[in-house]
């Protein structure tokens, strides 16, 4: 019997990184499609020869399987998104490479493109979880100081206000067969005593001389532990305050501050006028 051809999506684009902070040695990985769901993936490793295992100690490596039913391991670092609010998304966000800059910060530098199929380079800053994983901004690098970006004050993540509109993205990590998926961000409304406003949800802040951790629980039961730093919202020309993070089970959640709840409401009274 013929065997039915099968697309391969293996590894490609590898970049090596050791970190002396956490004693591993993290390899980065392209996978997928690279017309529209190449992403990346990271595992680590003690030794400079591997295996490589990521957060859920699965080796790094693709597996096809029968009935195509393919699955992917390897922490997932970016993939396709949107952000909603501001009707901007990015597809084809692999071929990474790493590396330090002269002042030592560590950056993520991959492929991206949309609709037009040209071909960037982003460029993002990378931050460490607390457990020694890499975590993406989610804002696209923009020559600011690494350093002083991760000094986020907590009044910030509402910017002053009692309530302040975030928008947050969670990551797909499971393999899309159909090459067409795209991840999307949702709005909700953070208000300054650490709850959602009109939904389930909370959320907690803490700065410390490392920069500020915030963990987060959103309305639909997703909670991730991360950090918050200052970025450039390449979307509405602006600096903004950024959250970062992990699941327990290696999940990446991204978020961003949109505005105060407030101003948004005088605008929107003003254009109705």
Known sequence: ??????????QEGASLLWNPDTGFYYLFLGFDNLT???????????????????????PLVYHQETAGRDRVHGTKLVGPYLWTEADAGWMGLGHSTV??????????G???????????????????????????????YAGEDVAESLRVPVESIVDGAEECVWEFLVFRVDHDPDNKRIDASNAHVLKRDGSFAGEPGHWKAIAG?????????????????????????????????????????????????????????????????
């Open 99 to 108: 590396f330090r800059d002269k002042h030592g910060n560590i950056l993520f």
């Open 209 to 273: 001389p490392n920069g500020t951790s915030m963990s987060v629980t959103l309305p639909n039961g997703v909670a991730a532990t991360g950090k918050c730093l200052f970025g450039w919202d390449q979307d509405r020309r602006r600096q903004t305050v950024a959250f970062t993070g992990l699941t327990d089970a290696g999940v990446p959640v991204w978020g961003q501050r949109i505005g105060r709840r407030e101003a948004n409401a005088s605008q929107a009274a003003g254009e109705e006028r």
């Open 110 to 140: 991959s492929n991206a493109k949309w609709d037009s199929g040209t071909s960037y380079l982003f460029l993002r800053k990378t931050l460490w979880s607390d457990d020694g994983w890499p975590l993406l901004s989610p804002c696209v």
């Open 1 to 10: 019997m013929a065997t039915q051809e099968r697309p391969a999506y293996g």
């Open 36 to 58: 529209w769901s190449y992403h990346t993936r990271v595992g680590r490793s003690k030794s400079i020869d591997g295996p490589y295992f990521d957060r859920n100690g699965n």
